[in-house]
């Protein structure tokens, strides 16, 4: 049975003093350590505690793939109870690394054209779990000396649905602001858009102000529920509404929030469907849209726009006055679409 590391750490030592939990957190992030015994700030039976009952990393490496010109890593990590997930390292455009990070193992939200919607939801992970991607990453940097050292961006767009972790993911993202050089603004959480939760943090006094990326796919409510079939009846307008929420409590973070578009080929790509997204945006609060080419996952039908389609797709889009940005797409040689590894590897 799945504990956290959290938890472990805080029946072991009840009681003590919470400046000691903070030394402890803070000693995970110190490169220069390795093991408990190493954390020369902790008195020494808490430190034997620590080496007898709770392990240094909450996960361990199961597999790492590169892509060939070496801007992508992937590791399928492996939990305690032996469940298997991925995490990204992808070099981005200042010279310096973004990871993509998994907040579930599997996911319940059966995207369409998703290898882990397709595992269902095996369970969420803790938030050490989460934290721990940055760390194993930091890590494998450390191993390769002749790297850029610098993890600046965290994007949740790994396995999973952040939203539905809530409160872990929250504590993942506190623990980076607090023990890293990574600033809210360069945490992206990618949801699908689940109402409840994305009202609770509007009201949320903790949520951190981090970016929120809202994965439409279309806005067509009928077209969204093919993509996604966990959509839930008028998720079209009552995510307009909730938009405009966001902008009257959260104005001064309007420019956190972003559209994302997966685009597939002959599903949701046509100009009728770009002119019906153009129309949406305007009526919400949000101004930017990333429209992402689809990575095909073997065995989906589903498979990436043309160039020419994507662009007439963003034409259509900027004759809206919308901000209109591409993902582009990394690491198709090592299977980079959410998923595929941690499949196999179960
Ligand atoms: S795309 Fe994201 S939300 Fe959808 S099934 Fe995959 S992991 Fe879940």
């Given at each position: 049975m799945y504990k956290s590391r959290k938890a472990q750490i805080q029946e072991l030592f009840d009681g003590s003093p919470s400046f000691r939990l903070k030394q402890i957190d803070r000693a995970s992030f110190d490169t220069n350590i390795a093991v408990w015994s190493e954390v020369s700030t902790l008195p020494l039976d808490m430190r034997s505690k620590l080496e007898e009952h709770v392990p240094w990393m909450s996960v361990k490496k199961h597999s790492l793939y590169q892509s060939k010109n070496e801007d992508t890593f992937k590791a399928v990590l492996e939990?305690?109870?032996?469940?298997?997930?991925?995490?990204?390292?992808?070099?981005?455009?200042?010279?310096?690394?973004?990871?993509?990070?998994?907040?579930?193992?599997?996911?319940?939200m059966r995207c369409n054209f998703?290898?882990?919607?397709?595992?269902?939801?095996?369970?969420?992970?803790?938030?050490?779990?989460?934290?721990?991607?940055?760390?194993?990453?930091?890590?494998?940097?450390?191993?390769?000396?002749?790297?850029p050292q610098r993890i600046s961006n965290v994007v949740f767009m790994g396995m999973g649905e952040p939203l539905a972790n809530?409160?872990?993911?929250?504590?993942?993202?506190?623990?980076?602001?607090?023990?890293?050089?990574?600033?809210?603004?360069?945490?992206?959480?990618s949801t699908v858009g689940i109402l409840p939760q994305l009202k609770k943090l509007l009201s949320d006094p903790d949520w951190p102000p981090v970016r929120i990326a809202i994965?439409?796919?279309?806005?067509?409510?009928?077209?969204?529920?093919?993509?996604?079939?966990?959509?839930?009846?008028?998720?079209?307008?009552?995510?307009?509404?909730?938009?405009?929420?966001?902008?009257?409590?959260?104005?001064?973070?309007?420019?956190?929030?972003?559209?994302?578009?997966?685009?597939?080929?002959?599903?949701?790509?046509t100009e009728e469907l770009a002119h019906e997204l153009g129309q949406y945006v305007k009526k919400t609060a949000v101004t930017k849209v990333n429209v992402i080419p689809l990575n095909p996952v073997s065995g989906k039908k589903y498979t990436r726009s043309g160039k020419e389609r994507v662009e007439r797709f963003k034409e259509i889009l900027r004759g809206y006055d919308i901000d209109v940005t591409q993902r582009k797409t990394m690491g198709d040689d090592i299977n980079a679409a959410c998923g595929q590894l941690a499949l196999k590897s179960e």
């Open positions: 939990t305690a109870d032996k469940k298997y997930f991925e995490t990204v390292l992808m070099a981005n455009s200042k010279g310096q690394w973004t990871i993509c990070v998994s907040s579930q193992i599997g996911c319940a998703c290898a882990t919607g397709t595992m269902g939801l095996k369970r969420s992970m803790g938030a050490d779990e989460i934290i721990d991607q940055y760390r194993f990453w930091k890590g494998f940097l450390l191993e390769h000396p002749d790297f809530y409160e872990n993911v929250k504590e993942a993202i506190h623990t980076w602001l607090d023990y890293t050089d990574i600033g809210p603004t360069k945490i992206v959480v994965s439409l796919h279309s806005a067509d409510q009928k077209k969204r529920e093919e993509i996604v079939p966990t959509t839930v009846p008028e998720f079209i307008k009552r995510l307009a509404q909730w938009s405009h929420e966001y902008q009257s409590t959260l104005g001064n973070r309007m420019h956190h929030l972003t559209f994302e578009y997966t685009l597939i080929d002959g599903v949701n790509d």
